[in-house]
């Protein structure tokens, strides 16, 4: 790895710790990064060339981990739910949009340039406002300035003012604007959702701690549209709802807490939001915020776009703006928490000896993991590679698996706890006589022995799925 690109991948910015008992563990930052990279999980964007800063690439094993993620999020808001549809809008925005939204008036930081060593910061974010936290200088920063945080282009092969687009920097606009093609189209009434999981764009002044802030990230909001006198009601289920999320796939209760912001913190457009916040190495900090946006954003596209984004209620002849419930979470920043929050260390006794040994592992919930078996021959030799491909052939319909012949046994077993992986299953001498393999469990490391036949059923009641 390049320096320029290793100093970016470990440099951890502070941020104060919030309330409740559990103490945030900074070594856990380091040893999280570095398994990242030693197993494929997030690589430096543009390695080769030093790195580029605040990017990163997704690996064989971090980009199943991702999916995941979002797959999970999908089950959970669209396939478990009757009153949630799914969108994927554009990336490429004209200006209009955000004009209306209030993002080219209000979406800003305020930036400070230290007259001494040049760099740039944001202010509400600097430990100590008179103290530049890179070079040291005492009362060296400028006067601050709002910086807009969206990423500006152009359409076709003219550049101008005429020409300008914005590379999203939420997802949530196309939500909006499309509330009355949903409407139309999916036959559903207040209340419901429109759930989309996608890229936005964000020209950060400060970025950093690994995959937390970067300027380039995935998103995964619902917008929740209903009756005005409602949306309290709506508020506080969607609160409960999303922190459960992130405890039934796995993360402590303890390292998790729903922190209502103050009246200063409120964005213009919020009377009430709330942050599921995850006790990072560095302390508390936000998964995923959800916020009672009322009748804002459908009002302002109304008046920017003069078309009509109501809903009719035929029932009573009522006919309302829709309020709207915002749980809107960042892929890239859950995925990096069920990481922290799986990393485990322990002292065991070394695979089939009884001397002890460290052993690093992520115990994902299993919908998270990665992968969900690895099929293990207990050698090279050509009379087990037929079974063991026999056995993967199997397997693939229904999980993802990993294939590993190479290394001893105890090595590859390791490199799968350090997966995540939940289940290895060995193929040894003795399937060639009793067609059966054993599987062992990531947790307990308890081995059983399970006839091919049943190695399905067997996994999907141990899995759960």
Not at 414 to 433: A, I, K, N, S, Y
Not at 445 to 460: G, S, T, Y
Request: glycine share 6%.
């Amino acid at each position: 790895m390049s320096d320029a690109a290793s100093a970016e991948l470990s440099t951890a910015e502070t941020t104060p710790s919030g309330g409740g008992a559990a103490e945030p563990d900074p070594s856990l930052f380091d040893k999280v990064v570095n398994l990242c990279r030693r197993r494929g999980f997030v690589f430096p964007s543009a390695e080769i060339y030093g790195g580029f800063r605040s990017t990163y690439d997704y690996g064989p094993v971090g980009v199943l981990l991702l999916r995941n993620v979002k797959d999970a999020w999908w089950r959970s808001m669209v396939q478990l739910r009757h009153d949630i549809v799914g969108l994927d809008a554009a990336i490429l925005t004209p200006p209009a949009v955000w004009e209306a939204s209030g993002h080219l008036q209000n979406f800003t930081d305020p930036l400070v340039d230290c007259r001494n060593c040049r760099e740039r910061f944001r202010e509400d974010k600097l430990d100590d406002p008179r103290v530049c936290p890179n070079c040291g200088a005492r009362d060296s920063f400028t006067e601050a300035r709002q910086f807009n945080l969206m990423f500006k282009t152009y359409a076709g092969p003219v550049e101008g003012a005429g020409h300008e687009v914005y590379l999203r920097p939420e997802t949530a606009q196309g939500m909006f604007v499309n509330f009355r093609n949903v409407l139309e189209t999916a036959r559903k009434r207040p209340p419901f959702g429109i759930a989309q999981v996608g890229k936005s764009f964000r020209n950060e002044i400060t970025t950093g701690n690994f995959v937390f802030r970067t300027r380039e990230f995935e998103q995964m909001e619902l917008e929740y549209f209903v009756p005005p006198e409602e949306a309290d009601t709506w508020f506080e289920h969607w609160c409960a709802e999303r922190l459960n999320w992130y405890r039934e796939l796995g993360i402590p209760a303890e390292k998790l807490r729903l922190r209502a912001h103050t009246p200063e913190e409120l964005s213009h457009y919020s009377s009430a939001t709330s942050d599921v916040e995850f006790l990072f190495p560095w302390g508390w900090d936000e998964l995923e915020g959800i916020a009672n946006r009322g009748d804002y954003d459908l009002r302002r596209h109304q008046e920017f776009s003069g078309e009509k984004l109501e809903y009719f209620d035929q029932a009573t002849g009522r006919r309302y703006v829709p309020h709207v419930i915002e749980p809107a979470a960042g892929a890239t920043r859950a995925a990096m928490a069920f990481l922290m929050a799986a990393y485990d260390e322990e002292e065991v006794a070394r695979e089939g000896q009884g001397q002890g040994e460290m052993r690093t592992v992520l115990r994902f919930h299993p919908r998270i993991a990665p992968y969900k078996v690895a099929v293990l021959p207990l050698s090279k030799k050509p009379e087990l590679q037929e079974p063991a491909r026999e056995v993967l052939s199997l397997l693939q319909p229904h999980f993802m698996c990993d294939y590993d012949e190479t290394q001893a046994i105890g090595r590859r077993y390791r490199r799968q706890d350090e997966l995540g992986t939940p289940f290895c299953v060995t193929v040894d001498f003795d399937t060639l006589e009793d067609r059966a393999v054993t599987v062992r469990d990531r947790d307990s490391m308890a081995q059983d022995r399970v006839p091919i036949a049943e190695l399905v059923d067997h996994l999907h009641d141990r899995l759960g799925f």
